[in-house]
């Protein structure tokens, strides 16, 4: 316990003020999330487009394009959550169907092949097929998030739970601790989103 907590000290030592912005606006992005609450995308907005440059900084290439997406999907998914349908109701909590899952899982494998191809053509990564995997299954999370499906959370958790290490070994100890967080809040999204898709069924 000793050691965690000192890590984590060392961690806000170390933290710029620009990380410290994205921390924050990240943990409230996947609280608003979890609550099916709009703000989810502008505050995820100004949190991604941080760690951009972060991303890039300690080169993490792959993350860095992750959240040059997650960018793009929030604008999309903003603009999908805030429209009702022909009745006026608003985009409900869903599972993925049979053939969806087959397409979400082919588009994992093609992004994450894709990526490790372009990290070890192109960059300079220590760290290509861990920065690759976090990326991917990312890119599924965020996709199914912005069509409201339950199964967003269960990618969330792959990546969070992988990018704790990731971040940890890059030497941003916060950001790894705000994975931590993540895990937890992606667990509590999971469950609060699969009530949600049950309420819609009925």
Known sequence: MDWIIGSF???LQQMTWLEGIAVVFGISSVYYSMKENILVFPTGIISTLIYVWICL?????ADMGINAYYFSMSIYGWYIWSRPD???AVLPVTWLNGKERWETFLFFLASYALLVFILFQFTDSDVPFIDSFTTASAFVGMYL???K???NWIA???TDLI???LYWYKGLILTSFQFLFF???AVLGLIAWIKSARNATH
């Open 149 to 151: 499906k339950v199964e």
């Open 145 to 147: 998030m912005a069509k």
């Open 57 to 61: 900084t300690v080169g993490l290439y």
């Open 163 to 165: 990018s704790i290490p």
């Open 183 to 185: 895990t937890v809040l």
């Open 86 to 88: 022909e009745k006026g």
């Open 156 to 158: 969330w958790i792959i």
């Open 9 to 11: 000290k060392h961690g």
